[in-house]
């Protein structure tokens, strides 16, 4: 049975009566990166902030790296690391010192660590400069930075590539991997960038107005998604034949007595219509159908992609 990093049990936030995250129960197994998804006002960052202790629930408990009870998990906090909301960063110091104020904060004594992060966050050449004068991007990956300077088994980021141009989101996208590959470091992270969650992510934490409406994994995710040719004909014993002996498709679905889905050739349809056409069956409708993790997530919520 995989490790449990965190289990969260029935957590409920209020606020004057307003249920901002209402009996929540997840869990969080070692090894596997969680992309947490919600529209904006959904509880991602109220469960996030409750899960690094910067808040506390209404009601309901949870576990963090097997430990249960509020005094333990506040000894083990700094194996986990975090950015919530805005970076907390001193914009007067430089980013060296930035980093070396976290890591005595948290008690790792390896000096070395500092350096070893700017250079992984490519921000070395600057480690000097004074966060003031960073740009968004910079902090955004200083920000990251400080979170691993505790060389944590969780991390818990809350939109990490804001700020980011499309090459840094691409180079934040291949260091998570790896920090998640080489140290088997566990992931939850929310995203506004959903094509980039479906990149990264290896499971899938949907929340739609305060309650976890689905979880799953990126298998099922794929399952659900996965693009396929809609063949609606009245001939459909013929059609399924000349798949097989013309196309060889052997991956299809029958859905009724005049629909079939066939998972093949969904980036060149006209070879399947040429061949129905050639062998005169005639069809009602023929089209490549599928969703995007976007799609996906308004179809479960019912709602505009405003994530």
Same mark, same amino acid.
Request: proline share 3%; net charge neutral.
């Given at each position: 049975?995989? #490790? /449990?990093?965190?289990? $969260? ?21 070692? !090894?596997?990166?969680? %992309? ?6 959904? !509880? =991602? ?7 690094? %202790? ?5 009601? !309901?408990?949870?576990?963090?790296? +097997? ?24 914009? &007067? ?32 050449? /600057? ?9 968004? %991007?910079? =902090? ?11 060389? *944590? ?7 990490? /590539? #804001? +700020? ?13 991997? =790896?920090? #998640?590959? &080489? @140290? ?42 996965? @693009? ?8 459909? *014993?013929?059609?399924?034949? /000349? ?15 005049? $629909? ?19 062998? #005169? ?20 919520? +019912? %709602? @505009?992609?405003?994530?």
């Amino acid at each position: 049975m995989e #490790n /449990v990093i965190l289990q $969260t049990n029935n957590i409920t936030k209020s606020y004057h009566g307003f249920k901002a995250l209402d009996d929540i129960s997840i869990t969080l197994k070692a !090894g596997h990166i969680y %992309g947490f998804i919600g529209e904006n006002g959904a !509880g =991602k960052t109220t469960l996030m902030r409750i899960l690094t %202790g910067l808040s506390l629930p209404t009601m !309901g408990t949870y576990s963090l790296l +097997g430990k249960t009870k509020l005094k333990e998990i506040q000894d083990i906090r700094r194996r986990v690391g975090s950015t919530i909301e805005d970076p907390a960063l001193y914009p &007067e110091f430089s980013a060296y010192r930035n980093l070396e104020i976290q890591r005595v904060l948290i008690g790792n004594p390896d000096r070395s660590v500092c350096d070893e992060l700017l250079k992984l966050l490519e921000l070395y050449d /600057v480690r000097d400069k004074k966060v003031k004068k960073f740009s968004m %991007g910079m =902090k955004q990956r200083l920000s990251i930075a400080l979170s691993l300077v505790g060389k *944590p088994e969780l991390l818990i980021l809350d939109e990490p /590539v #804001n +700020g980011l141009d499309p090459k840094n989101i691409s180079a934040l996208r291949a260091l998570l991997k =790896k920090l #998640n590959e &080489e @140290r088997g470091i566990t992931m939850l992270i929310s995203s506004h960038i959903l094509s980039e969650l479906y990149l990264l992510a290896t499971d899938f934490i949907i929340i739609h107005k305060g309650k976890v409406i689905e979880i799953l994994s990126h298998e099922q995710l794929e399952a659900k998604c996965e @693009r396929y040719v809609r063949i609606h004909t009245d001939d459909l *014993p013929k059609c399924i034949t /000349v798949m097989e002996k013309d196309l060889e498709i052997s991956g299809y679905k029958v859905i009724d007595d005049h $629909t079939l889905h066939i998972y093949a050739f969904t980036e060149e349809p006209q070879r399947i219509s040429q061949s129905l056409t050639q062998n #005169n069956i005639v069809v009602s409708e023929l089209s490549v159908c599928g969703q995007s993790l976007e799609e996906y997530f308004l179809s479960v919520t +019912g %709602g @505009r992609c405003d994530v």
